[in-house]
């Protein structure tokens, strides 16, 4: 319960710690990692077929950093000290009963059916479609139903790592309180992007959460990368950028994780820039690659990376389509404690 | 320079003021009142004729408040002591010059042709449809150039009256600092939307204003008003009302406006209500009837009247359609200084 | 009720009215203008003779801008568009029955009895002696009573005028509410400093008002100005300055006005500065001028000078003596908007 | 690199992590523990004899919460997983170098010299005595040295571990930077904290870190305490407790940490309460006795206990002597991100 010893900056020459705590500059714990999509894509149908219908909301496979593994608990699922990646499975017919938790989580939809596929976030049904982003902020009760007529497959982002880590783990069951599994459906993804994603916010019944738009279309944001394209002058080392907001405050979609969508040009590449945040990475549509100082990463649609602070990295898009990114991080917990640095290899 | 007195609640019983200063419940300076749109019109026609094409910045018909009058200066030209309200015309062909000031502005147009009337701000061309919001926020430059085939009218909304009681007005020509007196076109209406009124943010040359989303549609706020009518339940002294938001923070356009649209369904009518504010409404569609304690106002297409601060008074709409009512006020104003309080008469 | 009209920017040309509302840069309603203490003083006693002991409430000596006297109502009263500036006298053995209102109000203690002359804010009495800052915060409930040995004399500053022009007064009396005129006293200025004028803030009984300080000890402005001078260097336009701040959340001590104090050295004078805001100034101790472009006031100890928005000013010392100069302003009214800004004349 | 997994509520019962992650309610990794000071003491005196005079900077004990120690790295040395605690001895005539990181850190003085031993934080030298909490916020450089005729010791609280496991940790020398060891003194404790904890700001030479009061004596926390049980209420289940705030914004000290002082009466206790925070007790006079569901500790001055998120927890004096309660936690993370929860007993 004691430790004899000294300034934490020197406790590893005595064997203590197996590493610094106080570097000069970050050594984080994550490493930078890549996973393909067809791998991922095959262990879920084999766990499809594992688990049955009933156990559909546990389909999923989690993205696991390599070097979080000898951490207890949390390093057997994390991607990040604070951010939780897993593709999940719900097949044509299935349903994932309801329940709400303190951790935030969104989902980017990668394959879905023409239509029938919905997330039910309070009340609000919200059918998918491939590159939607769907929120379930805090507290809000979620449930899935697939009526449509193929499986639709995700990707989860959570912060339950950091909630967790912190003790701040929250969970309830839907049924356990209303005695029912499903919620009832009072509004659908239209009326939830016309109050609150169209740069008006209702003044009547609003939703009680962080961010109460729930559904960013794909169709938006694709149309806006390709529009913009033709008028405005790219971010040397990002691209063309777009951030998802929350309209209540003009922030990041969570106090804890932030999302962006970028377009990076055919034979373009960006500025090498490293940051103070967990990024992930994944193509919508094309390819790039990702290089960082000792390794790069071909990255297809869908193929998932993960770059720790701090770790510098060009994005290359070597190919004559356009490549479409997505990317989450847990940018705002930097920021928030005022820890958030950034610096570009110019 | 000096007033012998006393507590500025008792001036008034020595003849020093005509009015007390303290008292229990507001007495505003501004009075109820109404304007009808046929009567603006053929005035602001007649001003169509006596000014030249180059003279059309200034073809504006003011709404003078009656009771403001008696203040020097400012009172001849202000609907509130806080806001300007006037109509403004620019025919077919005219232009008005770039410029930019302190004070912020907004038009919403009344009348338009199908396509060609533009506002241009920061480089943006705002191509201007009836009921479509459009903003020229404090120091954004702004030309108008009317393109179409047929005249433009628009209420023009400023938060002027303040500025200058303030003695915070700066002015500048565009001409007078770029030796030309029209900006130059470098995005149109469409990026604005796609860029700032899509629930997401650029990380990419950013506008530099306060609401940096320069145009509202109306098609949109049309929309999003008959969509949510059927799933909603509106606010007993609101109606249907969504508030037009400044995606950069959640707030409200101008640090020192607020603008809302509403439904008011057929055969109804809301509760009483008063606010520390000035309000202005106008209907866009339908028609209703404004109802104070001592006056009513039925409102047609385009009409506008004002009510002060802490004057009760309830919407109606006796008719079979729907009313679309567009307002004003400057309850942000209120709200920073914490005076801002609501009634609803139950 | 209409102003056939253009553009507020013109609307002089055509006589409707007096001076133009767009101009380059600001012209401001208030003119400069400086009140001496021994008038005003002398003015009071006369009044302290007209009215009797129960009307002490009222005996005050409002300074009024001389250039907004052709304003009905407020015009007779004010100092400038948003502040009133008055002195106050309360004899020995009287007393000033409690009441709240919505508008902010501050005295500065000019002169004071050793002891026994204090205010009541929300149930605290705070004795008062010569430059103390007290606050009376919108609706914090607040009477005076002068138990000491001699009459009390204090500056009042009140947003009355702000909160008037925009029609947003409320009052209340303490006696139509408790049936008694004067609060029960449960702490002193002792805990009231304790509580939230030494970095810390109480968890439990934490004030109901915007800046729960209420006494600003100048014991404490003095030392701290004195001290500072020694090792630190004076800010070139404006000398040794220390803003009082609301511990609430480090901003200035009301949402309408901010207060300050500052030490000019012997034989210095300040840069030429100007910024968007109306400034009030009053020496405590020592001498110096106020050196406008036109003209110059000389302040001896309780003289008082205004400065309108963007009129130029130099404080000149040319005395063997520190001059401590107390002032305030209605900055926070500008910066609220977006509206303030500065210039030094390098 | 993957876990085939399932929904992490369920991926215990597979055996792939050994507890689940999501809860009904928080089952933090950090538990309840108990240092003593004269064992810690002890320690402390024993590293002194093995550590020379010119490693002063690195004579701590830390105290290591047992629940950690299954963490790589950080579970060696931290007390919470967002917290460092440790006990650091600078013996008379010593000196520690000056450096900066990126983590805050403050310490609590248990024993100091009568005068002479002082930090310095970004030049200002701070002397020290029991019971001072001197902060060195993220950045600020600072440095110790003992010139006094006796040791300090004194409890270092840093937020390092959490800055370390998100992987943004930046430390410099300041010997590498500026070719010395030692900052040069500008201004002492006095001058700061009439600069900063008076209820005034200067607008010159502002610090520029987080939180620019460097020194909160403990004269002022114990006057405060004393003084306001006379008139005041306690909170039923907090006691007589002070927050030490930032001056800036009137928020916590650190965005990480929050710091507390209470004085809890003989003979009393608190009621049960539990909240989502880490919360680390140590009474500075008095006794009291902490208890949790399944255990109790019993504090003498100077003793140290954690209590874990969610854990309830009662404060009881059964003594004559009244008891002050220095306490910090890293309450500002949860309130952050929307975490936070607290529940009392009744
Ligand atoms: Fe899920
Ligand atoms: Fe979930
Ligand atoms: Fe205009
Ligand atoms: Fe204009
Ligand atoms: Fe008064
Ligand atoms: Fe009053
Ligand atoms: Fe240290
Ligand atoms: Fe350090």
Redesign the interface.
């Known amino acids: 319960?004691?430790?004899?010893?000294?300034?934490?900056?020197?406790?590893q020459n005595f064997g203590?710690?197996?590493?610094p705590?106080?570097?000069?500059?970050?050594?984080?714990?994550?490493e930078p990692?890549k996973?393909e999509y067809t791998?991922?894509k095959k262990?879920l149908y084999?766990?499809g077929d594992i688990?049955s219908t009933d156990?559909a909301?546990?389909?999923?496979?989690?993205?696991?950093?390599?070097s979080l593994k000898?951490?207890?608990?949390?390093g057997?699922?994390a991607i990040s000290?604070?951010i939780?990646a897993a593709i999940q499975l719900v097949k044509k017919g299935e349903v994932a009963p309801s329940h709400h938790?303190?951790p935030n989580a969104f989902r980017f939809i990668l394959e879905a059916p023409e239509d029938g596929a919905y997330t039910v976030v309070n009340g609000k049904r919200l059918i998918m479609h491939r590159g939607d982003l769907v929120l379930t902020p805090?507290y809000a009760w979620h449930d899935h139903r697939n009526e449509g007529n193929g499986d639709v497959i995700w990707l989860d982002g959570l912060?339950?790592p950091?909630?967790?880590?912190?003790?701040?783990?929250?969970?309830?069951d839907y049924f356990k309180k209303y005695k029912r599994s499903l919620q009832e459906i009072?509004?659908t993804e239209?009326?939830n992007?016309?109050?609150?994603?169209?740069?008006?916010?209702?003044?009547?019944?609003r939703e009680d959460s962080?961010d109460p738009?729930y559904i960013?279309p794909y169709s938006?944001?694709r149309?806006?990368l390709f529009?913009?394209k033709e008028?405005?002058?790219?971010?040397p080392a990002?691209g063309?950028?777009?951030?998802?907001?929350?309209?209540?405050?003009?922030k990041d979609i969570f106090?804890?994780m932030a999302s962006?969508?970028r377009l990076i040009s055919p034979k373009s590449k960006t500025k090498k820039i490293r940051k103070?945040e967990?990024i992930i990475f994944m193509p919508v549509e094309g390819e790039c690659t990702l290089k960082l100082d000792n390794i790069e990463y071909n990255l297809k649609e869908n193929d998932i990376a993960i770059v720790?602070?701090?770790e510098a990295y060009e994005i290359v898009n070597n190919n004559d389509k356009d490549c479409i990114l997505f990317s989450y991080s847990?940018e705002p917990?930097?920021k928030?404690?005022?820890?958030f640095?950034s610096e570009i290899n110019e």
């Open positions: 319960t004691f430790l004899i010893t000294f300034h934490p900056k020197y406790a203590l710690v197996d590493k705590v106080f570097t000069d500059v970050p050594t984080p714990i994550t990692f996973w791998n991922m262990l084999k766990l688990l156990e909301e546990r389909r999923q496979v989690q993205l696991v950093n390599p000898k951490f207890p608990y949390l057997a699922i000290p604070t939780f938790h303190s805090s912060d339950a950091l909630v967790w880590y912190l003790g701040a783990i929250f969970f309830e009072t509004e239209k009326e992007v016309l109050k609150y994603g169209n740069g008006m916010l209702p003044e009547f019944e962080y738009l960013y938006r944001a149309e806006t529009r913009i008028n405005s002058n790219e971010m990002e063309y950028v777009m951030r998802y907001i929350n309209p209540n405050n003009g106090q804890t962006k969508i103070t967990h720790p602070p701090w847990d917990i930097f928030s404690f005022g820890l640095r």
